[in-house]
């Protein structure tokens, strides 16, 4: 019986002991579980304001001191050189997008204004000469400064004049036969009178018969003396030059105008001025004259509008900043896009912006733009952005800091990713180029954009910019026709959608486009789009790569062509065989 209840005893000892075994495995591994799932959950902790800090632990951030905050794992696909904000950063650094295109002030208001600076000068139809009215010494001046007031008839300087001696002496001698040889005292009395000596002085030599030696010259004009020519003892002849007098009751105002602002502006366009002098006050004028020739080294030249200064506050030298009311075409005004000039980055010669390229997450990437027309506040955007897209305007250089921490493509770091635009050399994205064989359909809709090209080649080397517009027209509403959906392969999707965007902004601001040469520098960047979808995708004809090494500001330009022989469509007649054919793209 005893045996019995021993074996009872030593049963339960066992399985008590099998049961707390596998409860204590099973609650150690749940934690062990629960511990991974941390794990997985919060590998890693970053900063706020600083998302390029990663650390293994929490703790504080090594630039700010803030908390570390936990680095969830990033699901989102991004480029090369894309990169994502955390929402405390974006709030923190008041980042603020707006998209383009949408209704706000920038798009309505500046579209029809170009902004010109200049300077006020005098009115050289109100200016004039005083001249020395016979030969001889300076021997006092009564105007010695420039500014001064001269009035009409004032005494301004006295002359020793041999010439003048010599004349009194015969004078003198001619009134002894005055009434024997009357006609001689009248020739010689009138030289004293075409030397602009007074009636009174001539009375006054008949009268006394003394030779004067010193004669006075008086005022011909009133105004302000702006130059003054000679000094005290110079010798003068008849006809010198004395003073610059300029009347100030009406001034000029010259404003620079650039080349590629030309079209916009004509004699009648109404301008509104701004003066440093008084920023409250706007004065409203027309255009009145524009000169024909331009200067070669700023490739500027002047727009003048005249100014009433009845009350002489606009004195000669003053700076000015005016907007010109421009004459264009509701079309092309309606295209016009401005963007803040708080969403621009300069570096040089290029101006960049940051786009968000994902609706729903805060997702940046830089973009090279060419910008336009300027306004106090916006910029218009003649290339690199599009109606819809969405870019930051304020917070900008918080963002591009990001991007350069990240070693991303950003202001001061532009080697990241060759992109192809319009100012710069063939890349060796055009150079290494994989052939994609494509659907038939996709090619034969792309056979049409080739030909609208070589048209617009061929529009090009005749300098015509009317056909050039039209055809840039055509090949947006062809470009339009073609079926991405025919795209299969993911390689072509690639190489597609980025040069299919590009072509159309080209294409929208080619059309509108009334300059020649604004134009071209426009088909250079097309050009070499057309090349990377050529090499890619091939033709159904052998085609020819040709360049011009003087092209683009003498950095050379490509173009497509159907023959071996040069017509170069950067230069027309002026360099029509500038050029060589560098590489042949068969069908």
């Known amino acids: 019986m005893k045996t019995k209840q021993i074996l009872f005893l030593i049963v339960i000892l066992i399985?008590?002991?099998?049961?707390?075994?596998?409860?204590?495995?099973?609650?150690?591994?749940v934690k062990e579980q629960n511990a991974h799932q941390g794990e997985t959950a919060i590998e890693h902790w970053t900063c706020s304001m600083h998302p390029q800090i990663d650390m293994p632990q929490p703790g504080k951030c090594p630039i700010c001191g803030m908390d570390l905050i936990p680095k969830t794992k990033n699901d989102e696909s991004l480029s090369a050189n894309s990169f994502k904000m955390t929402k405390n950063a974006m709030a923190?650094?008041?980042?603020?997008?707006?998209?383009?295109?949408?209704?706000?002030?920038?798009?309505?208001?500046?579209?029809?204004?170009?902004?010109?600076?200049?300077?006020i000068r005098e009115n050289d139809k109100k200016s004039a000469i005083q001249t020395a009215h016979f030969g001889g010494r300076i021997e006092k001046l009564y105007y010695k400064s420039e500014g001064e007031f001269v009035k009409k008839g004032s005494l301004i300087a006295s002359l020793y004049s041999p010439e003048l001696v010599t004349a009194q002496n015969e004078f003198i001698q001619a009134l002894d036969i005055k009434n024997e040889q009357p006609e001689l005292y009248k020739a010689v009395r009138n030289k004293l009178k075409n030397w602009k000596i007074s009636e009174k002085q001539i009375q006054q030599i008949e009268n006394n018969k003394k030779v004067i030696t010193n004669f006075n010259l008086y005022a011909n004009v009133s105004g302000y003396?702006?130059?003054?020519?000679?000094?005290?003892?110079?010798?003068?002849?008849?006809?010198?030059?004395?003073?610059?007098?300029?009347?100030?009751?009406?001034?000029w105002a010259d404003l620079d105008v650039y080349e590629k602002d030309l079209p916009n502006?004509?004699?009648?366009?109404?301008?509104t001025i701004k003066l440093n002098a008084f920023p409250d006050k706007i004065i409203k004028a027309k255009i009145d004259f524009i000169d024909p020739l331009l200067n070669p080294k700023t490739r500027t030249t002047t727009a003048r509008a005249t100014l009433r200064n009845t009350k002489k506050q606009l004195k000669p030298g003053m700076i000015l900043i005016a907007e010109a009311k421009i004459s264009q075409g509701k079309n092309k005004a309606k295209k016009a896009t401005f963007i803040p000039k708080t969403a621009v980055l300069w570096t040089g010669k290029r101006s960049v912006v940051y786009v968000k390229t994902k609706k729903n997450a805060s997702i940046f990437e830089l973009r090279e733009v060419q910008l336009g027309q300027e306004s106090d506040e916006a910029y218009q955007v003649i290339f690199g952005l599009n109606p819809g897209d969405e870019i930051v305007v304020n917070g900008t250089f918080t963002v591009d800091a990001t991007a350069q921490l990240l070693g991303k493509r950003s202001m001061m770091n532009n080697e990241s990713e060759k992109l192809i635009v319009n100012n710069e050399d063939k890349s060796e994205k055009i150079k290494n180029i994989e052939r994609i064989d494509v659907n038939k359909k996709f090619k034969k809709q792309l056979t049409y954009i080739f030909n609208d090209y070589l048209t617009l080649k061929d529009a090009f080397v005749a300098s015509d910019v009317k056909k050039a517009s039209s055809v840039a027209e055509k090949m947006l509403q062809d470009l339009e026709k073609v079926q991405m959906s025919l795209l299969k392969k993911p390689k072509a999707h690639e190489i597609w959608m980025p040069a299919n965007k590009k072509i159309k902004s080209i294409l929208e601001t080619m059309q509108n486009e009334t300059d020649i040469e604004a134009q071209r520098k426009l088909f250079i960047s097309l050009s070499n789009e057309m090349?990377?979808?050529?090499?890619?995708?091939?033709t159904d004809k052998t085609i020819y790569?040709?360049?011009?090494?003087?092209?683009?500001?003498?950095?050379?330009?490509?173009?497509?062509?159907?023959?071996?022989?040069?017509?170069?469509?950067?230069?027309?007649?002026?360099?029509?065989?500038?050029?060589?054919v560098e590489e042949t793209i068969k069908e």
Do not use: R
């Open 15 to 29: 399985t008590g002991i099998l049961i707390g075994k596998f409860a204590f495995s099973g609650s150690n591994s």
């Open 545 to 580: 790569i040709a360049h011009c090494p003087m092209a683009n500001s003498n950095q050379g330009a490509d173009w497509l062509s159907l023959e071996k022989e040069i017509k170069n469509p950067y230069f027309g007649d002026k360099m029509l065989t500038c050029g060589s």
């Open 92 to 119: 923190l650094a008041n980042i603020q997008t707006q998209i383009i295109g949408s209704k706000n002030k920038f798009d309505n208001s500046h579209e029809n204004n170009l902004k010109l600076s200049g300077t």
């Open 225 to 251: 003396i702006t130059k003054i020519m000679v000094e005290e003892g110079n010798h003068v002849k008849e006809g010198t030059a004395l003073f610059k007098v300029s009347d100030l009751s009406t001034v």
């Open 531 to 538: 090349i990377v979808l050529a090499k890619t995708f091939g």
């Open 265 to 271: 502006i004509k004699k009648g366009t109404n301008v």
